[in-house]
């Protein structure tokens, strides 16, 4: 039975963790959040008190984590506080896949440092949300060697339904940072059309069912209504709680503006999506913003306040 070693259990990793425990494989989970390690053992999982117990003797550890940094010390470890990053523990046979969201040069960074010990280092970012999660149903964006993505299908298999080879280390990054800036202006979009229909005496379900099935249908109207109220299994009609942060949709667009300013190109609806959700994060009604809310919650933004006279 195939021994996994799986890290960061949060809104992404927890379900997808599940689902490789439903397949009957020993999972291994660690997190920092003591409440997402004991989600993970009530479903017949293991815990481990470090990453690196996790990882020692795993066929396989796989990485869901916020961001670049995260990665890269948790692989690489960090000399300067003498801590030993996964590479310096894991046998020469583990396969090593990141799923996390992260900037494309700390996975070519993490996969020369694994290359260099003779390991193997995919990037595999997903795609499909919380509930592609829970269902096994992600898409998964791989960047790697040939033979790194053969040997992550029967994980990745198990977590998700279509699994595409995006090109060599990185590459995967690169087409999931795409992916992601398209969404966030198809959710802003979305937003101000329903806003407009609203404010015109429209009820926001029959203008998404319109819309659905006309030129404007897209993935937030078909499975991520941002309208409070239209969609029952969807962060906006649960007070936009779980789901994709506004605050790691700002690190996505984050990353596609330095990819565009690298490669000159041109992005200006990614740029204006990010300063939209940067200034939504500033808002809100907690001390704290909305950037731990759901990322559909930038529709709060387009909603003309009830005239209380
Ligand atoms: P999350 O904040 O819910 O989960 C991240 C988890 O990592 C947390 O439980 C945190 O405690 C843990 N963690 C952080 N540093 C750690 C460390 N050093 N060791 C162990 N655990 C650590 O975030 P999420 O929504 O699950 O997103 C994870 C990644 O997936 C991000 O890169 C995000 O951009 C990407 N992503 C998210 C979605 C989504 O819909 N939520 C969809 C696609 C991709």
Request: glycine residues 14%.
């Amino acid at each position: 039975m195939a021994t996994v070693a799986f890290i960061g259990l949060g809104n992404m990793g927890g379900p997808m963790a599940a689902n490789l425990v439903k397949a009957g494989m020993t999972v291994t989970g660690y997190d920092l959040n003591p409440m997402a390690l004991q989600t993970l053992t009530d479903l017949g999982g293991l815990q481990a008190t470090t990453a690196c117990g996790a990882a020692a003797g795993a066929d396989v550890v796989i990485t869901m984590l916020p961001a670049g940094q995260h990665v890269r010390q948790l692989y690489l470890g960090n000399d300067a506080a003498g801590e030993q990053g996964l590479l310096a523990v894991v046998g020469q046979d583990t396969l090593l896949i990141d799923c996390s969201t992260i900037d494309a040069d700390s996975a070519r960074t993490v996969a020369a440092a694994a290359q260099e010990r003779g390991l193997t280092f995919i990037d595999a970012p997903v795609s499909g949300g919380t509930a592609g999660a829970s269902a096994g149903t992600l898409t998964f964006i791989c960047g790697g060697t040939d033979d790194g993505f053969a040997r992550a299908q029967p994980y990745l298999q198990q977590m998700g339904g279509n699994i595409f080879h995006a090109g060599a280390t990185g590459a995967g990054q690169i087409a999931k940072i795409c992916n992601n800036m398209l969404l966030s202006v198809l959710m802003v979009g979305t937003s101000e059309a329903l806003a407009m229909g609203i404010d015109n005496g429209l009820d926001p379900k029959v203008l998404s069912d319109i819309m659905k099935v006309s030129s404007g249908g897209n993935w937030t109207l078909n499975k991520y209504n941002p309208c409070p109220g239209v969609m029952d299994a969807v962060p906006s009609s649960h007070g936009y709680q779980g789901g994709f942060m506004v605050d790691l949709m700002i690190k996505d667009l984050g990353l596609a503006m330095e990819t565009a300013l690298r490669s000159h190109s041109s992005t200006p609806m990614g740029a204006l999506a990010r300063s939209l959700y940067v200034s939504h994060a500033k808002g809100g009604l907690t001390q704290s913003g909305n950037g731990r809310r759901d990322f559909s919650s930038i529709f709060e933004q387009f909603i003309t306040p009830a005239n209380d006279e």
